[in-house]
């Protein structure tokens, strides 16, 4: 199974902040990478798909790159409604998996 | 557009089968996938499996043994049967329209 180790897991950060979330494959994933938000009442929404095309909808504050085994998920500043849990999954191969999870707090 | 809803019963018994409807509507399931995902308590999310729009499946394979995903094209339902539960299965459950929309969630607790 392909690991996906999300880095860092908990990131304390201010209003108006840069910040970004790392994701490493334990091997190539061939950009099949999709990123989503998990709000405290459980709801969950895809931001970025592909490893770096916006969902619909998401604000032009969030973006993602990466290749090979190395992403990111950038915001560039920090909303009040952007502290939440932030997860990656890979769809490269099967069984799919979802990193650890960053949690984006408010210092 | 896109809605997607978990039902099923909220407590199970140790050693009992879970079994969880997923109703979708403003799209088909002829024609894309869903997947059923979970979130064991203070962890993160697992991938259970995925049902494709021509049916075929494809399971975690730490869950294969216990897991079957099914479907019903003609509800727009999407079936997760699970036996064997334990403590450690206590969950949100929840479908998603492969890799974009998701439903809410659907917490489970296994429990005598």
């Known amino acids: 199974d392909i690991q996906l180790t999300q880095s860092p897991s908990t990131l304390p950060a201010s209003l108006g902040e840069r910040v970004t979330i790392s994701c490493r494959a334990s091997?190539?994933?061939?950009?099949?990478l999709n990123w989503y938000q998990q709000k405290p009442d459980g709801t969950v929404k895809r931001l970025i798909y592909s490893t770096s095309t916006l969902e619909s909808g998401v604000p032009s504050r969030f973006s993602g790159s990466g290749s090979g085994t190395d992403y990111s998920l950038s915001i560039s500043s920090l909303e009040s409604e952007d502290f939440a849990m932030y997860y990656c999954?890979?769809?490269?191969?099967?069984?799919?998996?979802f990193g650890g999870g960053t949690k984006l707090e408010l210092k | 557009q896109v809605q997607l809803k978990e039902s099923g019963p909220g407590l199970v018994q140790p050693s009992q089968t879970l079994s969880l409807t997923c109703t979708v509507s403003g799209f088909s399931l002829s024609s894309y996938g869903v997947i059923w995902v979970r979130q064991p308590p203070g962890k993160g999310l697992e991938w259970m499996g995925v049902?494709?729009?021509?049916?075929?499946?494809n399971y975690n394979s730490a869950l294969k043994s216990r897991l079957s995903i099914s479907r019903d094209t003609s509800k727009s339902q999407v079936y997760l049967k699970m036996n064997s539960l334990q403590t450690e299965d206590t969950a949100p459950y929840y479908c998603?329209?492969?890799?974009?929309?998701w439903g809410q969630g659907l917490m489970v607790t296994v429990s005598s």
């Open positions: 049902i494709w729009g021509n049916g075929n499946t």
């Open positions: 998603a329209r492969a890799l974009d929309y």
């Open positions: 999954l890979q769809y490269a191969t099967y069984p799919w998996t």
């Open positions: 091997q190539s994933i061939n950009n099949r």
